[in-house]
């Protein structure tokens, strides 16, 4: 058990469709945070939460939207999606910004 | 810009080598230096970290060192073993009196692979 928990673990979708990774984590962490992991970038900082407020936001494009409803849930929403969008996408946590990350085990997008 | 740089992005030893990876950051305010390792299909996991009012820190087989004058950190693996085969990331937080920014940045990883 990690601790940090994703659904779902694979997801295969068209460029015109909606869906939504999401990741709850029960350490009681209070910063959250989605990871892009490809080829091209092995570990790619996407967007970081802190107590529910969005600090960083590392120009990703709007096709990608983050939604952090309480410090336990960060939700990923997908919309419109291109081919080079295929990649692991990884959620973790930590304490607080400064300390250990917790990693999930990821969900493998696949982009047709 | 502010990054860090890992190398080597390969690396191959034989078992009961030494494996040694470098680490240079941008910031000399960065004060949390974590390193992670990644199997194949796994996710990243912490496997030693080091504050930068420390120089060296040890954990059986794994070590990491600190040269906050030179901003480079490594991590060190004695006695390497095939399960030790993986993708090594370090990480470290830049810019840390920045509130805003005082997430991780990771380096490109290095995969090492241990030959039996």
């Known amino acids: 058990e990690t601790g940090v928990t994703q659904t779902p673990r694979h997801l295969v979708m068209g460029m015109t469709n909606k869906k939504s990774l999401k990741c709850e984590q029960h350490?009681?962490?209070?910063?959250m945070y989605w990871y892009k992991q490809s080829a091209k970038k092995p570990l790619e900082l996407m967007f970081v939460?802190?107590?529910?407020?969005?600090?960083e936001n590392n120009s990703v494009p709007s096709r990608f939207s983050p939604e952090c409803p309480n410090s336990s849930h960060l939700f990923l929403h997908l919309h419109t999606l291109q081919p080079e969008d295929s990649a692991l996408y990884l959620c973790?946590?930590?304490?607080?910004?400064?300390?250990?990350?917790?990693f999930g085990d990821g969900t493998r997008l696949s982009i047709l | 810009g502010e990054n860090v740089e890992q190398h080597p992005s390969t690396l191959s030893v034989q078992e009961g080598d030494s494996a040694v990876i470098k680490c240079t950051y941008s910031?000399?305010?960065?004060?949390?230096f974590p390193w992670y390792k990644q199997e194949l299909g796994k996710r990243p996991q912490l496997i030693i970290d080091?504050?930068?009012?420390?120089g060296e820190k040890k954990d059986q087989r794994i070590a990491v060192t600190l040269n906050k004058t030179a901003k480079h950190f490594s991590l060190h693996i004695t006695e390497t073993q095939p399960e030790d085969s993986a993708v090594y990331f370090c990480?470290?937080?830049?810019?840390?009196?920045?509130?805003?920014?005082?997430?991780?940045?990771f380096g490109s990883g290095t995969r090492l692979q241990v030959q039996p």
């Open positions: 973790a946590s930590s304490q607080v910004l400064d300390q250990p990350q917790h």
């Open positions: 350490l009681g962490h209070n910063a």
């Open positions: 939460y802190n107590f529910k407020e969005q600090t």
């Open positions: 910031d000399s305010a960065s004060n949390y």
């Open positions: 080091i504050r930068s009012n420390v």
């Open positions: 990480a470290a937080i830049l810019s840390p009196w920045d509130t805003g920014r005082r997430a991780l940045t």
